[in-house]
């Protein structure tokens, strides 16, 4: 995937919203005139307080927390972190569920994280998931429990997004020059690998090749069979190797690996080098042949005989043999002959991420033509919108409008007012992210929107009140401020909105494209995506009933038919 330089790129996704449902609203709001930070005579210079941040990264092997103090200039120290290794992910790869263990281990570190959060000072918290929860059946249920129990909302992460987040944390720790790295990134449920410099990732890949899944899939005996290795690894290269001839022989400057599980296995290289103390990272590197050598003598281990080698986890001591496999696999494809740790991962790309959208989130924004357009937008940016996902929301909806006109038959004037609903749908987060729906109505009622109707601003600010929650009722304030062609209108509208909000459920614009199949039964909604749209899937399931209950029609909502996964590139 060729993509733009990304290391000033901005996503400005929930901006507002923090972990515990408390909302930061002064960090939102325009910034301060230069003005208000010249002193007067005899003063020193004031500058705004360094603010508290917080990253949560919920893996599929691990859950890891980093809590940052952030100063005025964008700079930050670490005030704390921690982790556990729940092993959410495992028994679940097979029938792409989260075990009742795992969830309620997942739920229990989240709580323990966010009371440590508090303690800190932390004010702001984000918390994105994985694999593991990105591609489990339920992984929507497990979303929805940790918001019910703790009021944190957890942002479900697209493989390109883990990515992206991780090349951020590693250019952030390493001079990455201008030639070429290779940076891996194995995970218990995927293994990303991206190619870049210290400008720009040229091409961010993800596959299904993380070791506690592979371990889970492959390896039943103990101690595993060649059989089962061969197999394995044999897999492994089958996606690799797609990757390798679109490189190409390139010559790599450096390969950097930064999960848990290379730390742990590159701890093992040292204690087996006579090395006593391994704590500083300039160890913490493998050769390619130390590392077959590893390779070769735990693949013959049992379970136990391995947890008796110095330097192993007890946790991830079924990730090892399935990790020094996919990394000789990649020393092979990319004839890289010695693997670097860092440090620094996803949850520190969370935290580079923040600090760059901060910045951004202020810099001017090319006018729109279009005055009404105009006048949302700015509306929009005042309240901190999430553009990729109002705009990915906007998409959706406009297309289901444009395929069920023939069951609405709506004037097209309409269309234009739930587009501009679905921009602003968000905005209400500004206030708070509990019910962030009604504050939504009031900002757009109050927001001086301009070339607007008052009857037009009210079916806008209607649609963003009941984009969720409950329907509406003729008794709501809100509601009763539409006249009878307005709600007939609004009733229709709605329905969408609410498919198409729930369709980016993860706010990462996983879905393509949906097509409507309509026959005298029922609608056929069809969700076209190369990515895991089960959360997606299973939020807009939700929303059918209220569809049929306007649409006065069934309505099914399933993922498009799709090759099997060996079979793409």
Same mark, same amino acid.
């Given at each position: 995937?060729?993509?733009?330089?990304?290391?000033?790129?901005?996503?400005?996704?929930?901006?507002?919203?923090?972990?515990?449902?408390?909302?930061?609203?002064?960090?939102?709001?325009?910034?301060?005139?230069?003005?208000?930070?010249?002193?007067?005579?005899?003063?020193?210079?004031?500058?705004?307080?360094?603010?508290?941040?917080?990253?949560?990264?919920?893996?599929?092997?691990?859950?890891?927390?980093?809590?940052?103090?952030?100063?005025?200039?964008?700079?930050?120290?670490?005030?704390?972190?921690?982790?556990?290794?729940?092993?959410?992910?495992?028994?679940?790869? +097979?029938?792409?569920?989260?075990? &009742?263990? $795992?969830?309620?281990? #997942?739920?229990? =570190? %989240?709580? /323990?994280?966010?009371?440590?959060?508090?303690?800190?000072?932390?004010?702001?918290?984000?918390?994105?998931?994985?694999?593991?929860?990105?591609?489990?059946?339920?992984?929507?249920?497990?979303?929805?429990?940790?918001?019910?129990?703790?009021?944190?909302?957890?942002?479900?992460?697209?493989?390109?997004?883990?990515?992206?987040?991780?090349?951020?944390?590693?250019?952030?720790?390493?001079?990455?020059?201008?030639?070429?790295?290779?940076?891996?990134?194995?995970?218990?449920?995927?293994?990303?690998?991206?190619?870049?410099?210290?400008?720009?990732?040229?091409?961010?890949?993800?596959?299904?090749?993380?070791?506690?899944?592979?371990?889970?899939?492959?390896?039943?005996?103990?101690?595993?069979?060649?059989?089962?290795?061969?197999?394995?690894?044999?897999? +492994?290269?089958?996606?690799?190797? &797609?990757? $390798?001839?679109?490189? #190409?022989?390139? =010559? %790599?400057? /450096?390969?950097?690996?930064?999960?848990?599980?290379?730390?742990?296995?590159?701890?093992?290289?040292?204690?087996?080098?006579?090395?006593?103390?391994?704590?500083?990272?300039?160890?913490?590197?493998?050769?390619?042949?130390?590392?077959?050598?590893?390779?070769?003598?735990?693949?013959?281990?049992?379970?136990?005989?391995?947890?008796?080698?110095?330097?192993?986890?007890?946790?991830?001591?079924?990730?090892?043999?399935?990790?020094?496999?996919?990394?000789?696999?990649?020393?092979?494809?990319?004839?890289?002959?010695?693997?670097?740790?860092?440090?620094?991962?996803?949850?520190?790309?969370?935290?580079?991420?923040?600090?760059?959208?901060?910045?951004?989130?202020?810099?001017?924004?090319?006018?729109?033509?279009?005055?009404?357009?105009?006048?949302?937008?700015?509306?929009?940016?005042?309240?901190?919108?999430?553009?990729?996902?109002?705009?990915?929301?906007?998409?959706?909806?406009?297309?289901?409008?444009?395929?069920?006109?023939?069951?609405?038959?709506?004037?097209?004037?309409?269309?234009?007012?739930?587009?501009?609903?679905?921009?602003?749908?968000?905005?209400?987060?500004?206030?708070?992210?509990?019910?962030?729906?009604?504050?939504?109505?009031?900002?757009?009622?109050?927001?001086?929107?301009?070339?607007?109707?008052?009857?037009?601003?009210?079916?806008?600010?209607?649609?963003?009140?009941?984009?969720?929650?409950?329907?509406?009722?003729?008794?709501?304030?809100?509601?009763?401020?539409?006249?009878?062609?307005?709600?007939?209108?609004?009733?229709?509208?709605?329905?969408?909105?609410?498919?198409?909000?729930?369709?980016?459920?993860?706010?990462?614009?996983?879905?393509?494209?949906?097509?409507?199949?309509?026959?005298?039964?029922?609608?056929?909604?069809?969700?076209?995506?190369?990515?895991?749209?089960?959360?997606?899937?299973?939020?807009?399931?939700?929303?059918?009933?209220?569809?049929?209950?306007?649409?006065?029609?069934?309505?099914?909502?399933?993922?498009?038919?799709?090759?099997?996964?060996?079979?793409?590139?």
């Amino acid at each position: 995937m060729n993509l733009p330089d990304l290391g000033d790129h901005v996503r400005t996704d929930s901006p507002t919203a923090d972990g515990f449902g408390l909302v930061n609203a002064s960090s939102l709001s325009a910034p301060p005139a230069e003005t208000d930070f010249i002193p007067r005579r005899g003063e020193t210079p004031r500058k705004p307080p360094p603010t508290k941040f917080g990253a949560i990264d919920v893996g599929t092997n691990s859950i890891h927390l980093v809590m940052v103090e952030i100063s005025s200039e964008g700079d930050f120290r670490i005030l704390g972190r921690d982790k556990e290794l729940v092993q959410l992910g495992k028994g679940g790869f +097979i029938r792409h569920l989260l075990t &009742p263990t $795992a969830i309620e281990a #997942g739920v229990a =570190s %989240l709580t /323990r994280f966010s009371k440590m959060a508090r303690l800190k000072g932390v004010s702001r918290l984000r918390a994105v998931a994985t694999s593991a929860v990105r591609e489990a059946k339920n992984g929507g249920n497990f979303v929805e429990r940790v918001r019910h129990e703790l009021g944190m909302e957890l942002h479900v992460l697209c493989s390109e997004e883990e990515a992206r987040l991780i090349y951020l944390a590693v250019k952030h720790a390493v001079n990455l020059g201008d030639r070429d790295n290779l940076i891996v990134d194995i995970g218990g449920g995927s293994v990303e690998i991206i190619l870049g410099n210290a400008e720009r990732p040229e091409i961010l890949f993800s596959a299904k090749l993380g070791a506690l899944r592979l371990s889970e899939i492959f390896l039943a005996n103990d101690p595993p069979t060649m059989d089962e290795i061969k197999t394995m690894r044999r897999h +492994i290269l089958r996606f690799i190797e &797609p990757l $390798a001839k679109r490189i #190409g022989h390139r =010559s %790599l400057a /450096r390969c950097i690996c930064t999960s848990g599980t290379f730390q742990n296995i590159a701890t093992v290289c040292a204690y087996r080098r006579g090395l006593t103390d391994v704590n500083a990272s300039s160890q913490l590197m493998v050769d390619r042949d130390e590392l077959k050598s590893l390779g070769s003598l735990m693949s013959r281990m049992s379970r136990e005989q391995r947890l008796k080698v110095p330097g192993v986890e007890a946790k991830r001591v079924d990730n090892i043999v399935p990790a020094i496999t996919t990394l000789l696999a990649i020393a092979r494809e990319f004839d890289v002959d010695r693997f670097e740790y860092c440090d620094m991962a996803l949850r520190e790309g969370i935290i580079i991420d923040h600090i760059a959208g901060q910045r951004a989130h202020f810099r001017a924004r090319a006018m729109w033509p279009d005055a009404r357009m105009r006048s949302v937008i700015q509306l929009a940016e005042r309240c901190g919108y999430n553009q990729m996902h109002a705009m990915q929301v906007q998409r959706l909806a406009l297309s289901l409008y444009d395929q069920l006109e023939s069951l609405h038959q709506l004037d097209r004037h309409y269309r234009s007012l739930l587009a501009y609903g679905c921009l602003l749908h968000d905005i209400g987060y500004l206030i708070s992210h509990s019910g962030h729906h009604k504050h939504s109505y009031y900002l757009i009622r109050n927001g001086g929107l301009q070339d607007f109707t008052d009857m037009e601003v009210e079916i806008v600010a209607n649609l963003a009140r009941y984009h969720r929650k409950s329907r509406p009722r003729k008794s709501d304030y809100s509601y009763s401020h539409l006249d009878k062609p307005s709600r007939r209108a609004f009733g229709y509208l709605i329905p969408l909105l609410r498919l198409a909000n729930a369709l980016d459920r993860t706010h990462y614009s996983v879905v393509d494209a949906v097509q409507c199949r309509l026959t005298e039964e029922k609608i056929e909604v069809s969700v076209k995506t190369a990515k895991d749209s089960e959360l997606e899937i299973w939020t807009a399931q939700r929303e059918c009933p209220l569809f049929e209950k306007e649409y006065g029609i069934p309505i099914e909502v399933s993922p498009a038919p799709q090759e099997p996964l060996e079979s793409q590139p």
